[in-house]
């Protein structure tokens, strides 16, 4: 995997990432610091505090362990040979729900913010999701989270529902907004 030097991102899904064995050894670490640094700037990734490496690896091999068991979807960033983002679903587990899969992490590198890295990332979740016929993708974002809500809605998600001041930050609260995107395939009228 190369992207020729050029500094542009290659997107990959897990097969891509653990057939290039140099870059599978530093995966997980190169996470972890990505999401670390991401958490310690303020972002809405679900912690408070950084996670741990170790916290960060439980996260990763149980996303890994759901792609093959084709309950997940996972695609990784790279720029020249470095980790830049990642992103995953995870398919319900409730029987009823599991038609259905919610997006759970989206995380680019602070240095590669607004290179495309973030809509690639999704979009290559998105196809992922039709191509395991999930009829539903869900997502929840911080209400303040702009940038997320801005590219969520670019793609197609509507907002479902939201919690007023249901996410706590310490003293602060931040909504917790709720999207969708519709993957069913569209139904023609019986004539």
Do not use: C
Request: net charge neutral.
């Amino acid at each position: 995997m190369t992207s020729g030097g050029t500094g542009e991102p290659v997107i990959l899904d897990p097969t891509g990432l653990t057939s290039d064995p140099d870059l599978w050894t530093r995966f997980a670490e190169s996470a972890h610091q990505i999401l670390a640094d991401l958490v310690r700037g303020g972002a809405a990734l679900g912690w408070v505090e950084p996670p741990s490496p170790g916290e960060v690896a439980e996260l990763l091999d149980h996303v890994v362990s759901a792609v093959h068991a084709g309950d997940a979807a996972m695609r990784v960033a790279y720029v020249d040979r470095r980790l830049v983002g990642l992103g995953y679903w995870l398919r319900y587990a409730r029987p009823t729900h599991r038609p259905h899969a919610d997006l759970e992490k989206i995380a680019v590198d602070a240095a590669a913010h607004g290179r495309g890295i973030g809509r690639a990332l999704t979009t290559g979740l998105i196809a992922d999701a039709r191509r395991a016929g999930i009829e539903i993708l869900t997502l929840d974002a911080r209400g303040d989270n702009s940038n997320a809500l801005h590219l969520y809605r670019s793609l197609g998600f509507s907002e479902y529902g939201r919690l007023p001041d249901f996410v706590a930050v310490g003293a602060r609260r931040f909504d917790k907004v709720f999207y969708m995107l519709n993957l069913r395939p569209e139904r023609r009228p019986q004539a």
